[in-house]
């Protein structure tokens, strides 16, 4: 168990509908990440924020948008869903602010599918 | 491009056996690399790092080895065991250019260990 919890694991909707998927980092980790993963284009980076400040950005649609609480725990945002959306969504957590001071410890991911 | 590259192979291995999983980085400005498994079902977890300064870095029945001459990255894994069995990424983390401070994945290789 890599202390990082996401919800919900599975989520179905339709096009054009919005969700909101959580991440809990491990705690003591101050940034947050979160990451794509589909079949045709591998984990891709989408934002990271470290103490409640955006500071990194991947390629994350304009349609999508997160932010990081006062308590650390995170939230992304995916609205006017389309089909190619459909994708495991992972959160992963991280001591320091810059991905090369410390490994990522990832959650399990929350599985979206649009239909 | 910048790029960490896998091309989608597949490993299989008798139980007992030693395996190595190769990756290419093209990113020389890259400091720091990381290999990663995923299991079925669950998020990436954090096998073993290793820092550009270095280049051989053991862990429990692990050895990751980097070559900066030819960027090129590679995991061992000693006596490799059914539960071994999963898809293994490489990522690395660039210090510089566009991609500064984005852990940036392979495509992932599929270990298949044979009881």
């Known amino acids: 168990d890599s202390g990082v919890t996401q919800t919900p694991k599975h989520l179905i909707t339709a096009t054009g509908q919005r969700v909101t998927l959580r991440c809990s980092p491990r705690s003591g980790d101050l940034s947050v990440y979160w990451y794509q993963q589909s079949l045709d284009q591998g984990l891709q980076f989408l934002i990271q924020y470290y103490n409640g400040e955006e500071r990194a950005k991947g390629n994350i649609l304009e349609r999508f948008s997160a932010q990081q609480f006062p308590d650390l725990h995170s939230e992304l945002n995916l609205s006017s869903l389309e089909l190619g959306d459909s994708a495991l969504y992972f959160c992963?957590?991280?001591?320091?602010?810059?991905?090369?001071?410390?490994?990522?410890?990832f959650g399990n991911g929350t599985r979206l599918t649009v239909t | 491009g910048e790029s960490v590259g896998l091309h989608l192979p597949t490993l299989s291995v008798q139980e007992g056996d030693n395996s190595i999983i190769n990756c290419a980085y093209s990113?020389?400005?890259?400091?720091?690399f990381i290999w990663y498994k995923q299991e079925s079902g669950k998020g990436p977890q954090f096998i073993i790092d290793?820092?550009?300064?270095?280049d051989k870095r053991q862990g429990q029945r692990v050895t990751v080895l980097l070559n900066k001459t030819v960027k090129h990255l590679s995991l061992q894994i000693a006596a490799t065991q059914p539960g071994d069995s999963a898809v293994y990424f490489c990522?690395?983390?660039?210090?510089?250019?566009?991609?500064?401070?984005?852990?940036?994945f392979g495509q992932g290789t599929i270990l298949t260990v044979h009881p």
């Open positions: 990113n020389s400005a890259s400091d720091y």
């Open positions: 290793i820092r550009s300064n270095m």
């Open positions: 992963a957590s991280s001591v320091g602010g810059g991905t090369g001071q410390s490994p990522l410890h």
């Open positions: 990522a690395e983390n660039p210090l510089s250019g566009t991609s500064y401070g984005k852990l940036t």
